[in-house]
């Protein structure tokens, strides 16, 4: 069984700063890229950013330059540095990865992290 367990996000102020991570436990082989999602209320989740085994990273253009993906491979963990905050960013954050479990490649989310971003 494989779970992904995301740290708790919370309430920051607009111009703020705030980092989410997102570990993943379990009969784990190897997991290819790690993404993190979000949904805001009436809205459809959309990709934030996403990053490969080899580090390679990818953002929506709306967090480019204020958000910054990692992981740490060792410790099957991504991370999501998110500043200079501003209320639209205010979502429920969801990590996601692609985790190889024996010889089967499937897709995996977290259970989800509210951040809010407001004075």
């Known amino acids: 069984q494989v779970q992904l367990v995301e740290s708790e996000g919370g309430l920051v102020q607009p111009g703020g700063s705030l980092r989410l991570s997102c570990a993943a436990s379990?009969?784990?082989?190897?997991?290819?890229?790690m993404t993190w999602y979000r949904q805001a209320p009436g809205k459809q989740r959309e990709l934030v950013a996403g990053?490969?085994?080899?580090?390679?990273?990818n953002y929506a253009d709306s967090v480019k330059g204020r958000f910054t993906i990692s992981r740490d491979n060792a410790k099957s963990t991504v991370y999501l540095e998110m500043k200079s905050l501003k209320p639209e960013d205010t979502a429920v954050y969801y990590c996601?990865?692609?985790?190889?479990?024996?010889?089967?490649?499937?897709?995996?989310w977290g259970q989800g992290t509210q951040v809010t971003v407001s004075s």
């Open positions: 990053i490969t085994r080899r580090l390679n990273t």
């Open positions: 379990g009969s784990i082989r190897s997991i290819n890229t």
């Open positions: 996601y990865a692609d985790i190889l479990t024996g010889v089967t490649l499937m897709g995996y």
